[in-house]
């Protein structure tokens, strides 16, 4: 197997690992999301105040190959085509791994570089915990992930 492969077997086992299908969340009422701090938002958001739209949330790390060449790059088309009223994508930065480099001054800057204008969360850590708290609530196994959310504030799709 390619060593980056291999690499991204083992970084999806560790996440599988503490997130045991128990604890999956169901599709039903949104967990509220954990955030440390926001960006490209004048006021932090929240899903009591978004509710009424469909929200689209792009879970990512800035130093994911997968998030960087690929979802990031659909959701910003999504969110350029989408743009309007009763719909909102939402970036939530969960990292799971090398702490150290991805803060919030790094990804600040990686998001002007990328062209990211839609609001992003960055995920809060609790405790010596390595997840982080929005992740370990909607039971996310790694990123990059989507959750679409419904007007009425129901995760109806949960994807890795």
């Known amino acids: 197997m390619p060593r980056a492969a291999e690499v991204a077997r083992l970084r999806v086992q560790r996440v ?3 997130n ?36 689209l ?11 960087v060449l690929h979802a990031l790059p659909q959701t910003q088309r999504v969110a350029a085509a989408l743009a309007r009223e009763d719909f909102a994508v939402i970036g939530l930065h969960s990292v799971f791994e090398h702490h150290a480099a991805m803060r919030p001054e790094a990804l600040q800057v990686f998001l002007h570089e990328y062209g990211v204008d839609f609001p992003v969360a960055i995920d809060a850590h609790l405790d010596d915990d390595p997840l982080p708290a929005t992740m370990r609530a909607y039971g996310l196994r790694g990123t990059p992930s989507t959750l679409l959310i419904d007007r009425s504030g129901r995760l109806r799709l949960h994807h890795f």
């Open 16 to 18: 599988a690992s503490v």
């Open 20 to 55: 045991t299908p128990a604890a999956l969340p169901l599709l039903g009422a949104a967990p509220p999301w954990q955030v440390e701090r926001w960006l490209n938002t004048p006021q932090p958001l929240s899903l009591a105040a978004l509710r009424g739209r469909v929200l």
């Open 57 to 67: 949330v792009h879970a990512f790390q800035m130093l994911c190959p997968g998030c």
